[in-house]
């Protein structure tokens, strides 16, 4: 069983960007900006955001938050999102999600400006994304792919099995890698809340990604004999043994599965600083595609 290290690969791709921002910099260009909406305060989300903005100080970026209250209209949100489009300064755009109740996450997202997209979520993008053009590919399933490329793991041919639905991770993670591409070029399952038999078709996953949110969801005794297991739940669940009061759970019991994987990702410190890298690296290409 190997571990794979988002830490250590989430590094090594800020470290290369960092250089380039640099270079940017010698060379007396601008450098990257990414704003950064933020709705409300939902915990988990007001950690995201700080690690997003913590890693463009870390890189070089230049980042704005944009903290709004969870009472904002959806009007005066939308409003924000054109401001952020019409600065010719901004790069990226991305809109925490989820958002409150009484804001429709599509109209928001389809008011980005489709080159400064850098979640990949408007339809622009994800037509993109299923046609194989070149445009910004949802941050965590980019992390997952740009992972299973340092590792060298050769999907090609294998089953892979995609647990989880939802238009941020499952949907995309199908398409990426079923794409005639490299990693990809698998045939893929996609199984979701109404899926029957669900032990049974993970139990065939050669690749299998787990992506439904529901803690340690995923047993030894639905996991194949050297699978490789992608764990992209992080849910906090309460540990009074801890500072913060919880402590983060992904989608897959790593006690009983690990044994059995031939590689695996972590929970923390797996998926979670891979999507971060992506999103990095979505809002480099924001800014060079302008120049
Ligand atoms: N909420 C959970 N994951 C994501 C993400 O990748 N981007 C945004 N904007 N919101 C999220």
Request: with cysteine; aromatic share 4%.
């Given at each position: 069983m190997q571990i794979l290290d988002g830490v250590l690969v989430s590094g090594a791709i800020k470290e290369a960007l960092k250089m380039e921002v640099a270079q940017l910099i010698t060379n007396g260009k601008k450098v990257p900006h990414l704003a950064a909406v933020l709705v409300g305060n939902n915990g988990a989300s007001e950690?995201?955001?700080?690690?997003?903005?913590?890693?463009?100080?870390?890189?070089?970026?230049?980042?704005?938050?944009?903290?709004?209250?969870?009472?904002?209209?959806?009007?005066?949100?939308?409003?924000?999102?054109?401001?952020?489009?019409?600065?010719?300064?901004?790069?990226?755009?991305?809109?925490?999600?989820?958002?409150?109740?009484?804001?429709?996450?599509?109209?928001?997202?389809?008011?980005?400006?489709?080159?400064?997209?850098?979640?990949?979520?408007?339809?622009?993008?994800?037509?993109?994304?299923?046609?194989?053009?070149?445009?910004?590919?949802?941050?965590?399933?980019?992390?997952?792919?740009?992972?299973?490329?340092?590792?060298?793991?050769?999907?090609?041919?294998?089953?892979?099995?995609?647990?989880?639905?939802?238009?941020?991770?499952?949907?995309?993670?199908?398409?990426?890698?079923?794409?005639?591409?490299?990693?990809?070029?698998?045939?893929?399952?996609?199984?979701?809340s109404h899926t029957k038999n669900l032990r049974e078709i993970c139990l065939q996953a050669d690749l299998l990604v787990a992506a439904l949110g529901k803690p340690e969801f995923v047993k030894a005794d639905m996991v194949k004999e050297g699978a490789i297991i992608i764990d992209v739940g992080i849910t906090r669940v309460v540990d009074t043994s801890k500072k913060s009061g919880f402590a983060l759970k992904g989608d897959v019991d790593f006690a009983s599965v690990s044994p059995k994987s031939s590689y695996i990702t972590p929970v923390p410190r797996g998926v979670g600083p891979m999507t971060i890298a992506a999103l990095m690296k979505n809002t480099f290409k924001a800014c060079m595609d302008k120049n």
């Open positions: 950690t995201y955001v700080a690690s997003k903005v913590k890693s463009c100080a870390e890189i070089g970026y230049k980042s704005t938050l944009v903290r709004l209250d969870a009472t904002i209209s959806e009007n005066k949100l939308l409003g924000v999102i054109e401001e952020l489009n019409a600065d010719m300064d901004i790069d990226g755009i991305l809109v925490q999600l989820p958002l409150p109740k009484h804001i429709s996450d599509e109209k928001v997202i389809n008011a980005i400006d489709p080159s400064k997209d850098v979640d990949g979520f408007h339809p622009i993008s994800v037509g993109r994304m299923v046609l194989g053009a070149p445009g910004f590919i949802p941050a965590t399933p980019h992390g997952i792919m740009l992972l299973l490329e340092h590792y060298k793991i050769d999907t090609r041919g294998m089953h892979a099995v995609v647990v989880g639905r939802s238009n941020i991770v499952g949907r995309p993670m199908s398409i990426l890698l079923s794409s005639n591409s490299n990693p990809g070029n698998c045939t893929v399952t996609i199984c979701h």
